[in-house]
């Protein structure tokens, strides 16, 4: 089971930190990743972090978005700095055992968290 927190309303150029607890699901087993979504559009890969520690972001978060985990915790993280209005969006956090899958079609999904940048 995987369970975001952290989202909010923040202000353009504002930051926010999303986190995802994972139970029964040990991340340091798992390739990790944030997706998010708005209504009427499809769900988009923000940000994968595989087991040998290699990153994956898209390009309109580069450079303000920082993908990490907590492997003690269990918990995978997504920093947000200098947000964007249109980076409003519900954010899903999402775990595979496949670095193949884990940006297309990770096998675990939490329930989502909504950031709303104004």
């Known amino acids: 089971q995987l369970v975001e927190s952290g989202g909010g309303s923040v202000q353009a150029g504002g930051s926010l930190r999303l986190s995802c607890a994972a139970s029964?699901?040990?991340?340091?087993?798992?390739?990790m990743a944030w997706f998010r979504q708005v209504p009427g559009k499809e769900r988009e890969g923000v940000a994968s972090?595989?087991?040998?520690?290699?990153?994956n972001y898209a390009d309109s978060v580069k450079g303000r978005f920082t993908i990490s985990k907590d492997n003690v915790k269990s918990t995978a993280y997504l920093e947000m700095n200098t947000l964007k209005p249109e980076d409003t969006a519900m954010y899903y956090c999402?775990?595979?055992?496949?670095?193949?899958?884990?940006?297309?079609?990770?096998?675990?999904w939490g329930q989502g968290t909504q950031v709303t940048v104004s």
């Open positions: 972090l595989d087991l040998d520690g290699s990153t």
């Open positions: 999402a775990a595979d055992r496949f670095r193949s899958r884990c940006l297309i079609s990770p096998s675990y």
């Open positions: 029964g699901l040990y991340t340091g087993y798992y390739c």
